[in-house]
Nanobody, 126 residues
Framework: QVQLVESGGGLVQAGGSLRLSCASS????????LGWFRRAPGKEREFVAR????????YYANSVKGRFTISRDNAKNTVYLQMNSLKPEDTAVYYC???????????????????WGSGTQVTVSS
């Protein structure tokens, strides 16, 4: 199976930047689509971004489009989320996920993903 571990979260001021990383310590993820989700206190898990297995198809939630960038480095077995121009409403626990379907595009729906990291906290102050 795929074991995912997020890192890079922290406390930043509004307008600042963070880069989240998600590394797989189990099976290689080079043939799998990957996604980022987030969950704020009292809210449902929310789609943020996804990237296809080959990195050629990218898709973002409207709330983060133009500010966040998803990328992957298959040689490092890692997916990234670069977050710029952060806003207080971006405060949440961020999770990465892996869709085990081979050569997939990924999905905005949590149910499509088979493996999840435990999350990393991002807090944006005003």
């Amino acid at each position: 199976q795929v074991q995912l571990v997020e890192s890079g979260g922290g406390l930043v001021q509004a307008g600042g930047s963070l880069r989240l990383s998600c590394a797989s310590s189990g099976r290689r993820i080079s043939l799998y689509a990957l996604g980022w989700f987030r969950r704020a206190p009292g809210k449902e898990r929310e789609f943020v971004a996804r990237i296809s297995w080959n990195g050629e198809s990218l898709y973002y939630a409207n709330s983060v489009k133009g500010r966040f960038t998803i990328s992957r480095d298959n040689a490092k077995n890692t997916v990234y989320l670069q977050m710029n121009s952060l806003k207080p409403e971006d405060t949440a626990v961020y999770y990465c996920a892996c869709d085990e379907r081979l050569m997939g595009l990924g999905s905005m729906w949590p149910s499509a993903y088979d493996y999840w990291g435990s999350g990393t906290q991002v807090t944006v102050s005003s």
